[in-house]
């Protein structure tokens, strides 16, 4: 049951780690951003919180600042926006990639309100390093699939040299411990 269960586990983590490496690809060529704007019309907070993909990296960031009175007369409400930028491929030669595996930044900045300070949030991560991440379970299974079919076919695991009628418990060629075949 639990070899059945961790091979699933693996299967998913190689499917994830597939999809996370094409993703990656992806980002090269386009752009994506989902946008989740929240505005309050009664006070002017505003809430943006994105999520944005491009040149590798998965970056999010929330942003909260209240509008100027003149702007109170927008509808309340939540919206959500994706935008592709098929043209990224171009825009993104101006401003080349960073290869960092993560980044965190939290901060204020000024702006035209009644409060004067908005505040941000951003965490971003190279998708590289959720493959890399998932790969490794997939590799694990992998392992122990040929250990376990070295074991039933009645091979040392160490040197491979076959154990047929082999009593003792040892192998005779390496000295390593052999347990017995279930």
Request: hydrophobic share 35%; net charge positive; charged share 20%.
């Amino acid at each position: 049951m639990k070899r059945r269960a961790f091979q699933l586990a693996a299967s998913l983590s190689l499917l994830l780690c597939i999809a996370t490496s094409l993703l990656w690809a992806r980002s090269y060529n386009t752009a994506f951003w989902l946008i989740r704007e929240d505005f309050d019309a009664s006070s002017g907070a505003t809430e943006f919180a994105r999520i944005h993909l491009a040149t590798g990296r998965v970056t999010i960031d929330d942003t909260r600042y209240h509008l100027p009175e003149e702007l109170h007369s927008l509808p309340s409400g939540r919206r959500w926006e994706f935008y592709r930028n098929p043209n990224w491929f171009n825009e993104r030669r101006y401003s080349p990639p960073t290869w960092t595996l993560w980044n965190f930044d939290r901060g204020k900045f000024p702006y035209r309100g009644p409060q004067g300070i908005g505040t941000y949030t951003i965490v971003g991560v190279n998708l590289l390093l959720p493959a890399f991440i998932t790969f490794f379970s997939p590799i694990l299974c992998f392992i122990q699939y040929l250990l376990n079919k070295r074991r039933r076919l009645g091979l040392c695991p160490t040197c491979h040299y076959d154990l047929t009628g082999n009593l003792s418990g040892t192998c005779p060629e390496c000295g390593t411990p052999i347990a017995p075949v279930p």
